[in-house]
């Protein structure tokens, strides 16, 4: 059976062997069996599945959270001449029939889904003919509101175990503590617990951890040493802009990426960074999900991420070439208050909640025991502005309800316009002689966005009237026009976001969130808020504390900051606090609360020592070494 799993990747990948657990992985989904598998990324997760699937009789069912995951998936196996097909949300109903047809006279091998599709009625109507060998959920952390990644909609993939009681279940993930494999697995219903732990040692990864209070200047000293692609991540919108400018005025290859851009604006720039047009991205959260860039040499935290899961994913974007690479974050004492501070405003009170819950039905004069199934257009920031709220407890809200199955809120991956060009060539010289408003629209289109006959071009409304100098509303009605003369079709997009109400809505006293779900929530945040806290300051290896929080036993590293600083010194206590002062004044509590310096006693008498001698002074209640 391996044998032939062997050829199969000879003959579709070129390779002569599998990696890390990729067999064991692959002979336990050829054996039927529901099987759970944690890889790192990197790991090689789809040959798992499409080997597999290869070699049954029947289409492979993918499930994935992002439409971009899932195009790359299914263009890397069509150019292995595999038939596959990918299932976007904005696929029109006669495509979406055609496509399913296909599915279910066999004509494709792969078909990726994203899980809000399993809910869509043409889709379930389809399920009954379709005759699946393999059902595939990347990304399976999702699933576990124990994550980092929680999506809902994850919540309902379990259905098609209704649909197929005997098809094998492959979930995949790179990021699972144990308490989210188990959830992982009596969520999507696995008939057996099946885990699978890939080695997550990476060795060309270097882990640096340093307390610093010049952020800015470490950093431009890392970009300029390593002059390659790179990724420096922060919190907020407000960072990522300012962090991208200090930059830039070193004359550095650098852009910033955060949620406030325009969804084009974003795909431009994740495009230029990942061809190495621009080297170094300055990122929220925003960036990543989806990207596979091999050569990042390096990812540093300027701010403290809310967890190990979402630090761990974001530095694992580093070396995925097998290169050395660097994993670096500079931290700094204030920012131990702000990530405690971030946690517990992403929790707003009971009473807020209902506050938002009201807004969002008001919005839109929705009447009490109304709204059930209501689809509408929504932006989160005009909410936010409209009724004064802030965006974080709104954001966090709209979490709290939708696992309340109160509503459900969502962004359409690509809320922006396109056009693809119906009309001839002949057609077109002859509109293009006109010379009228309508033939330097097309103009526009055809040179500017590089509009064609064969697909969908992505257009922004905005830099088209830019570029002719006309308001925006009058491109709109234009492009309109110029659809309705059946020289183009326009499909237009009026927002990126939307939200469905699950339920009607109901009085203040009667809204129903579930205390212990909330509670249990906020515990869950602040306690992995914590954690991170605590690796900063007690990791004694950086890596082995990770894997240990992810449940997996290694040995340590030899090769991060503390691991070096435990080789290379033995420092005696008195050392230490130089050391420590060396980096920058400090306040007496934090040598009082520091397992680095045990002693206590012995430590203040050393300070009051050199406080005496002036080597040490105060300057407020701060202790500073005099560098001389
Ligand atoms: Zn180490």
């Not at 300027?302 to 070396?319: C, F, H, K, N, V």
């Not at 009237?465 to 997009?493: C, D, H, P």
């Amino acid at each position: 059976m391996l044998e032939r799993a062997r050829q199969v990747l000879k003959t579709y990948w070129a390779y002569d062997s599998f990696r890390s657990i990729q067999e064991q992985v692959i002979s336990s989904v050829l054996l039927d069996n529901d099987t759970l598998a944690l890889m790192p990324t990197g790991g090689g997760k789809s040959i798992c599945y499409q080997v597999p699937a290869l070699m049954k009789a029947g289409i492979c069912i993918v499930i994935s959270p992002l439409i971009s995951l899932m195009k790359d998936q299914s263009d890397s196996l069509e150019r292995k001449g595999i038939k596959s097909c990918c299932l976007s949300e904005e696929i029109s109903h006669n495509t979406l029939d055609n496509v399913l047809n296909k599915v279910i006279t066999m004509k494709y091998k792969f078909l990726f889904i994203t899980p809000e599709r399993i809910k869509n009625q043409v889709f379930q109507h389809y399920l009954y003919h379709m005759q699946p060998s393999l059902i595939v959920v990347d990304e399976a952390h999702c699933i576990s509101e124990w994550g980092h990644d929680f999506r809902p909609e994850y919540r309902e993939i379990s259905t098609l175990r209704a649909y197929y009681p005997q098809v094998p279940i492959l979930a995949l993930t790179a990021t699972a503590t144990n308490q989210t494999i188990e959830d992982i697995q009596t969520n999507l219903e696995l008939k057996k617990n099946n885990c699978l732990k890939g080695s997550f040692q990476r060795e060309n990864l270097n882990y640096y951890v340093f307390e610093d209070n010049d952020k800015i200047g470490k950093t431009i000293e890392i970009i300029k040493k390593y002059d390659s692609a790179g990724l420096i991540y922060v919190t907020t919108r407000k960072n990522a802009i300012l962090y991208a400018e200090e930059l830039k005025k070193h004359n550095l290859s650098v852009a910033e990426y955060h949620a406030g851009l325009s969804n084009y604006e974003r795909k431009i720039r994740q495009e230029q960074w990942q061809k190495g047009e621009i080297k170094v991205m300055v990122a929220t959260k925003a960036f990543g999900m989806g990207i596979d860039k091999q050569d990042v040499r390096f990812v540093i935290h300027l701010d403290l991420p809310s967890s190990i899961e979402e630090y761990y994913q974001e530095l694992g974007r580093a070396g995925r070439d097998g290169k050395e690479a660097y994993a670096i974050l500079y931290w700094h004492e204030k920012d131990i208050n702000n990530l405690r501070k971030r946690v517990l405003m992403s929790y707003p009170e009971m009473e807020k909640i209902k506050e938002i819950y009201n807004a969002l039905y008001s919005q839109y004069n929705i009447a009490y025991y109304d709204g059930k199934n209501y689809e509408k257009d929504f932006s989160l920031t005009e909410f936010c502005y409209k009724y004064h709220f802030d965006f974080i407890s709104v954001f966090n809200t709209i979490q709290i309800l939708s696992r309340e199955a109160i509503l459900q809120y969502n962004q359409r991956e690509y809320p922006v316009s396109k056009v693809k060009i119906q009309s001839n060539d002949f057609e077109i010289r002859n509109i293009l002689k006109i010379s009228d408003d309508y033939s330097s629209l097309l103009a526009a289109l055809l040179r500017i966005c590089e509009c064609n006959h064969i697909e969908y071009t992505f257009i922004d409304e905005q830099k088209i009237a830019n570029y002719l100098r006309w308001e925006k509303e009058q491109v709109i009605i234009k492009l309109k026009s110029l659809e309705k003369m059946g020289v183009i079709t326009y499909l237009r997009f009026k927002a990126g976001e939307y939200i469905i109400f699950l339920q009607d809505r109901v009085k203040k006293e009667e809204i129903y969130i579930s205390e212990k779900n909330y509670q249990q929530l906020k515990e869950n945040s602040i306690a992995r808020a914590e954690k991170m806290i605590d690796y900063l300051k007690n990791a004694e290896c950086r890596e082995q504390y990770i894997h240990q929080y992810f449940d997996i036993e290694t040995e340590k590293c030899k090769k991060c900051d503390r691991c070096l600083e435990a080789h290379t010194t033995h420092q005696t206590l008195e050392e230490k606090i130089v050391k420590a002062l060396l980096q920058g004044e400090k306040p007496i509590t934090y040598f009082e609360n520091n397992t680095d310096f045990p002693e206590g006693e012995r430590t203040i008498n050393f300070i009051r020592q050199m406080l005496d001698e002036g080597i040490f002074t105060l300057n407020g209640n701060k202790i500073r070494f005099n560098k001389k």
